[in-house]
């Protein structure tokens, strides 16, 4: 196989899953599994055939963090200087909707990286949590910002200050999460595959361009953000997938929609 810590599927015509697969460390993000998951996610993002992205991991864990092992020993010098997980932030520029399928322990970097995804789907038994404190360090991939902007500034205080994990239903009820999915085992994933299937069915400029432009609720102010919005609703008259979807439903029939 192409990767060793991670396995890459097209479970549906236009979805990719990519599964992290380090079980014996429950998924602990080492840097050769980070720089996989950025490969293979640029590679995804690239291929005409994809339309949606799933990250999930196994039953048991999405991911424990930051690889503990790996960076105990670390240096400030080391880590200011070889910018220790700064790649991390190349996630963020997939252009394809991310969809995380979160069952089991979500934590530190493993929850940040469920809160980089654009629809997060819980599975009943999902942890999240960002212990960094109770090892003496902060968080490190997104999570002050990500976990406040998610649910609160007082909810972000009292879950990282004191480390303590929350449930699927918290997540979903803070708004942090989509909905709480099924009972059985890999119904999550399921679900996400299905979710994947139907956005990737759909005009794939449109749904980058909404993508971005529900991003811009993030990273800018109401009138940017408002004109991000609107310069991507007027860029939509320039394609072929706008005069075809409107037509269609004119006509009263089905779009066929070409990605130009
Ligand atoms: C390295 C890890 C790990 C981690 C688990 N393992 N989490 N290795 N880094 N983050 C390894 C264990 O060492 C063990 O391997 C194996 O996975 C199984 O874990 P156990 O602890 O035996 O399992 P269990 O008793 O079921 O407990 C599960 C757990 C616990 C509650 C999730 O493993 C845990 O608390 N993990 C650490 C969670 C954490 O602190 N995450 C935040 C990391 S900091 P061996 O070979 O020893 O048996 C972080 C900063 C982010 O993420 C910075 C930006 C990216």
């Not at 899953?17 to 380090?22: F, G, P």
């Not at 009943?124 to 976990?147: C, D, H, M, W, Y």
Request: hydrophobic content about 45%; glycine content about 8%.
């Amino acid at each position: 196989a192409k990767y060793e810590s991670i396995l890459t599927s097209r479970p549906e015509p236009g979805v990719a899953l990519v599964t992290l697969n380090r079980p014996k460390a429950l998924n602990a993000l080492n840097v050769a599994l980070f720089r996989e998951l950025n490969e293979a996610l640029h590679l995804i993002d690239a291929d005409k055939e994809i339309g949606a992205i799933v990250i999930t991991g196994s039953e048991k864990a999405f991911a424990a963090g930051a690889d503990i092992k790996q960076m105990k020993d670390k240096s400030f010098a080391d880590a200011y200087q070889n910018k220790f997980l700064e790649s991390w932030q190349q996630i963020a520029s997939i252009r394809k909707p991310i969809i995380a399928a979160v069952s089991g322990y979500a934590l530190g970097g493993g929850c940040e990286l469920a809160l980089m995804a654009d629809i997060l789907l819980a599975a009943p038994n999902a942890q999240f949590g960002q212990p960094e404190v109770k090892i003496g360090t902060v968080t490190g991939g997104g999570g002050s910002q990500r976990l406040t902007r998610a649910v609160g500034k007082s909810r972000a205080m009292e879950l990282t200050l004191t480390g303590r994990t929350w449930s699927a239903q918290e997540a979903v009820a803070w708004g942090m999460a989509s909905r709480v999915v099924g009972e059985g085992d890999g119904e999550v994933v399921r679900e996400a595959v299905a979710l994947a299937a139907e956005i990737a069915a759909k005009s794939q400029i449109a749904v980058q361009a909404q993508k971005e432009a529900v991003n811009a609720a993030f990273e800018q102010g109401l009138s940017e953000g408002l004109r991000t919005e609107r310069r991507l609703f007027h860029m939509t008259f320039a394609t072929a997938d706008q005069k075809e979807g409107m037509a269609a439903f004119v006509e009263k029939r089905k779009p066929n929609f070409t990605n130009s």
